[in-house]
């Protein structure tokens, strides 16, 4: 299914979403923004980064286990329809949020019911799928994944039960993906992709942070200096090195059935984000509106 996308829809979409964030808040209200995603997006590295700016606070995930308090205000703001909490709230007390404090919640395994304010972060569905799936899992992990997907599957759309579990797994998490990253695109959330990021981290780091009303610092670009080396975060991330460049061209390792199998299942979502697959080769458009 194609979800169009005209310069008008996403301009109408974006002055939206751009006009909420320039309306003034209550003081005693903290707002929230959702950082859209799939799951093996480089999601941690942003939320790291991010998390090292004094005025943002990143609901979880960056570190393992979460609190038992985040976990809480995470299953809370899931279902939340308003885009702010008052500073009071007991799901937040633990936070000790002040004026000018954000919330900032990873938005990865689910489509939000509500309008929502924020951003996308995508990452090309070889790259997700490589992550994700393997082609000889380690002992349990097969049975691993198949679980894996109806979790995402219930959160995402339940509809596409009947694609997960099966073998190859590499076709429900293709779906998964699909359905996830049109559903964002289609809500008209601006969007950064991974790729671009990695290769020019400060770039976009600064226009996310502008996107969030918020001053820039310089804190965030060194976000691996607040990790004692050996910690590791969700995900298995390495929390105290520096980001990976490298990190985008793990998809290689795909056969070239695999990655035509991705494609005929993604093929959408990789236009509309700006994404150009010749069988090979993926290569990036700069000319695709939403972008940050």
Known sequence: ???????????????????????????????????????????????????AHPQIEVVHQILEPDTAEDLKLFRAL????????????????????????????KNAVWTHKYPRRGFTLVRNPFSVVTSAYRDIPARDQGKHQKKQQFRWAEGIDPLTFGLMGEDPTLTGFTVLYTRKMLQDRYDGLPFVRYEDFVQDPERFLRKIVAHLGLEWDDKVMRSHELYAEGETGHGGIKLWKPINKASTEKYQRL????????????????RQYGYNWDGQALTLRDDVEGML
């Open 78 to 105: 899931t279902k939340r329809e308003e885009r702010s909490i008052p500073q009071d709230d007991p799901l937040v007390a633990h936070r000790k949020l002040a004026p000018g404090n954000i919330l900032l919640l």
């Open 1 to 51: 299914m194609t979800f169009p996308v005209c310069g008008l829809l996403t301009g109408c979409f974006h002055a939206l979403f751009l006009g909420e964030q320039l309306q003034p808040e209550s003081s005693m209200d903290t707002p929230i923004f959702h950082m859209a995603s799939f799951s093996r997006s480089g999601e941690t590295l942003v939320l790291r980064c991010l998390s």
């Open 255 to 270: 056969t070239e059935q695999q990655r035509a199998h991705i494609y005929g299942i993604a093929w959408d979502a990789l």
